[in-house]
């Protein structure tokens, strides 16, 4: 049960959240309990929502961003986050099952994608103090100076959902996952 009311409905949440709720909606034929949630802070919704829609437009694919995503919510110990990404990760983005854990792991089989989540790894656990070698790396696998913007990006985009989600006990209305430490 969550820590806060999750609205249950669009119409349950605040109005500055509906239009963006609709959207989701529109989008994914759904609103998840993440969307809902955040929604009692409109405006915590709306940038969200600005800074997932720029960053889906960036230039890293749907899979480096999922497997990013995987990477992150596995650090953070967030069952909501892997659990959803699990499901776009497999459903949406076309990752198979040994990827999914690959990720997890912190690497994947692909190996520019690896200097990714790698990098994403680093960033998490050390906080964003990263060294030269490992910004060296990133780019030596060929991303470019926007795509290593863009892989911090996606770091702090999946850290606030670890956050909200672990802060709020976000209720997991996708196939649950448990932690790999659990």
């Given amino acids: ?33 993440l969307f809902r949630i955040v929604a009692n802070s409109p405006q915590t919704l709306e940038g969200y929502l600005g800074l997932n829609g720029a960053l889906s437009n960036g230039s890293l694919d749907a899979r ?7 990477a992150v919510a596995e650090i953070n110990g967030c069952n909501y986050c ?45 906080r964003g103090k990263v060294s030269d070698r490992e910004v060296g790396a990133v780019r030596a696998a060929g ?14 985009l999946n850290t606030l959902t670890n956050y909200v989600n672990e802060v709020l006990g ?7 996952v448990d932690t790999l430490a659990a």
Avoid: C, W
């Avoid at 470019?144 to 702090?156: L, Q």
């Avoid at 976000?170 to 649950?176: C, V």
């Fill in 170 to 176: 976000t209720e997991i209305d996708f196939p649950a």
């Fill in 143 to 156: 991303y470019s100076d926007a795509e290593i913007v863009e892989i911090v990006g996606h770091v702090a």
């Fill in 82 to 126: 892997l659990a959803a990404h699990q499901y776009l990760g497999s459903n949406l983005a076309g990752l198979s099952a040994a990827e999914i854990e690959a990720n997890r792991r912190g690497t994947s089989s692909d190996e520019k994608a690896a200097a990714a989540v790698s990098f994403a790894v680093s960033i998490v656990n050390n």
């Fill in 64 to 70: 480096t961003r999922e497997r990013i995503a995987l």
């Fill in 1 to 33: 049960m969550s820590r806060i009311p999750t609205p249950a409905s669009v119409m349950a949440a605040p109005e500055a959240s509906r239009e963006s709720l609709e959207a989701v909606n529109s989008l994914l034929g759904s609103v998840p309990n």
